[in-house]
């Protein structure tokens, strides 16, 4: 097939000059946490949405857009949400983990009980797909939905809201309760909501390294 192209719409996005924009950006990421303690406090199904079609922009091998978000509000499916995956957890910590895993996670206080899938008025499970709905073939599949996973959070950070990432491993049990097709498989499950009035968070997971302890210039 022979391809089309189109102008190229926006070569002069209005903004402020790049490290002005970047700073702001910045000051708003570098505050984002993972959140464990929720308040009930409702979000509009509209301000999900949105979170969705931010997430929906990433770019993705030879755009197939190979992600499904699953966006639970009912409270009887994220109480199945949460014992299903406080069952997983329990194994994870009576077993599954080795020392070192336990010990990396010592200064979160994490444990396999899971209060907040029910707290948090929204858990979005996003799926990836193992091929596209039509049958087609996907490419890159980790990072293209990885990809969309981080803007949701962006989105999600630049809106106000409080988000975790949370991988209950394994994850089939999600795909059994909400009932998707076996093309898709869970890749991760985001509450969103706002934090409780009382919300703590881990000391440790507040430290950053220094920038040139990850970037090399050559
Ligand atoms: N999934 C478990 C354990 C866990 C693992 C990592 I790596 C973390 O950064 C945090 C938790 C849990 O959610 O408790």
Redesign the pocket.
């Known amino acids: 097939m022979t391809p089309q192209f189109v102008p190229y719409p926006d070569r002069h996005l209005p903004t402020s000059p790049p490290d002005l924009a970047l700073a702001n950006l910045h000051d708003v990421l570098r505050r984002r946490r ?1 959140v464990r303690m929720f308040s009930e406090q409702p979000v509009e199904r509209s301000t999900i949405e949105w979170l969705v079609r931010c997430a929906h922009t990433a770019p993705s091998g030879a755009n197939k857009q190979p992600w499904r978000f699953v966006c639970v509000q009912s409270p009887r499916v994220k109480a199945a949400i949460r014992a299903g ?1 406080e069952a ?2 329990r194994e ?2 009576a077993r599954r ?1 080795n020392d070192e ?1 336990l010990q ?2 010592a200064p ?1 206080g ?3 009980n ?1 209060e907040f899938l029910t707290v948090a008025p929204w858990l979005v499970v996003v799926f990836q797909l193992t091929h596209a709905d039509d049958g087609s073939q996907v490419y890159y599949l980790k990072e293209s939905v990885g990809l969309a996973c981080g803007m949701f959070l962006v989105a999600a950070q630049v809106a106000g809201l409080a988000t975790l990432t ?4 394994p994850m089939a049990f999600l795909g059994e309760i909400l009932g998707r097709p076996k093309h898709e498989r869970p890749f991760l499950l985001i509450p969103v909501g706002y934090p409780a009035a009382d919300c703590v968070v881990p000391a440790k997971a507040i430290e950053r390294r220094p920038l040139d302890a990850v970037m090399v210039v050559v």
């Open positions: 993972s995956a997983e957890e994870f910590y983990a895993w990396d996670l979160l994490t444990d396999a899971k949370h991988t209950p491993s």
